[in-house]
T-cell receptor
Framework: GQNIDQPTEMTATEGAIVQINCTYQ??????LFWYQQHAGEAPTFLSY??LDGLEEKGRFSSFLSRSKGYSYLLLKELQMKDSASYLC??????????WGAGTKLIIKP | DADVTQTPRNRITKTGKRIMLECSQT?????MYWYRQDPGLGLQLIYY???????NKGEISDGYSVSRQAQAKFSLSLESAIPNQTALYFC?????????????FGEGSRLTVL
C-alpha cells in the first residue's frame, strides 16, 4: 500500500533550527512536496523535490533521498509565524498526491 | 480577491439534508480537486477533474458527487449528509505541469452534520 509517515508534533525554540522528517512508500514516484498550513487556513506550497539532494529556498530547505524513500524539511532561524502544520505529500506513478497527516510545529519564545 | 474561492465557508446542517459546496477559480487552471481534511489524517481526495468533460473518483468518493459546470467552477454535493461527513473541505486547482504539480487551495469549507 501507499503510505506517508511524519511525526505528529514537534516543538522548537524561536531562532533555532528544526528538521521535520518524512518517509514515503508509493507505487512509483514523481516527486515529493511540502506544504505549510496555519490553523484554520488552506495549505500553501513550500517546496518540490524530484531529484536527490537539497533544495534551498531562503530559511527553508528540503532534502530528498529516493533510494531511502526519505525527505526532510529544514527550517532555520525559526520565527513565531512558523508555528503551523507541515504536510508532506508524495506523487505516485499516476501523478496523484499521497498526503501525510502533517506535523504540527510549535515554536516557543 | 482569492484565486480559488469556496462557498459557503461554514455550514451546519442536519442528517439527510442535501448540501452543495461550490468552488470557483480565476487561475485559468484546467485541473480541479476536492479534498476533505479530518484531524489526525492526511488530505483525502474525493473527486478530481482534469477538464470540463473529465470527472474522476478519488479515494473516498462514496456519498459524494461533483459537477464541473465550466473550467472555472467545480461543485461538490452531498446528496444525503451524514455525521461522519463532518469535516473541513478544500477545493484546489493545478496547472497540470508535471514538473511542479503545485496545488492552489481555496480557503476551505467547514461542514458540520448534526
Amino acid at each position: 500500500g501507499q503510505n506517508i509517515d511524519q511525526p505528529t508534533e514537534m516543538t522548537a525554540t524561536e531562532g533555532a533550527i528544526v528538521q521535520i522528517n518524512c518517509t514515503y512508500q508509493t507505487s512509483g514516484f514523481n516527486g515529493l512536496f511540502w506544504y505549510q498550513q496555519h490553523a484554520g487556513e488552506a495549505p500553501t506550497f513550500l517546496s518540490y523535490n524530484v531529484l536527490d539532494g537539497l533544495e534551498e529556498k531562503g530559511r527553508f530547505s528540503s532534502f530528498l533521498s529516493r533510494s531511502k524513500g526519505y525527505s526532510y524539511l529544514l527550517l532555520k532561524e525559526l520565527q513565531m509565524k512558523d508555528s503551523a502544520s507541515y504536510l508532506c505529500a508524495a506523487m505516485d506513478s499516476n501523478y496523484q498526491l499521497i498526503w501525510g497527516a502533517g506535523t504540527k510545529l510549535i515554536i516557543k519564545p | 480577491d482569492a484565486d480559488v474561492t469556496q462557498t459557503p465557508r461554514n455550514r451546519i446542517t442536519k442528517t439527510g439534508k442535501r448540501i452543495m459546496l461550490e468552488c470557483s477559480q480565476t487561475k485559468g487552471h484546467d485541473r480541479m480537486y476536492w479534498y476533505r481534511q479530518d484531524p489526525g489524517l492526511g488530505l483525502q481526495l474525493i473527486y478530481y477533474s482534469f477538464d470540463v468533460k473529465d470527472i474522476n473518483k478519488g479515494e473516498i468518493s462514496d456519498g459524494y458527487s461533483v459537477s464541473r459546470q465550466a473550467q472555472a467552477k467545480f461543485s461538490l454535493s452531498l446528496e444525503s449528509a451524514i455525521p461522519n461527513q463532518t469535516a473541513l473541505y478544500f477545493c484546489a486547482t493545478s496547472s497540470g505541469q508535471v514538473d511542479t504539480g503545485e496545488l492552489f487551495f481555496g480557503e476551505g469549507s467547514r461542514l458540520t452534520v448534526l
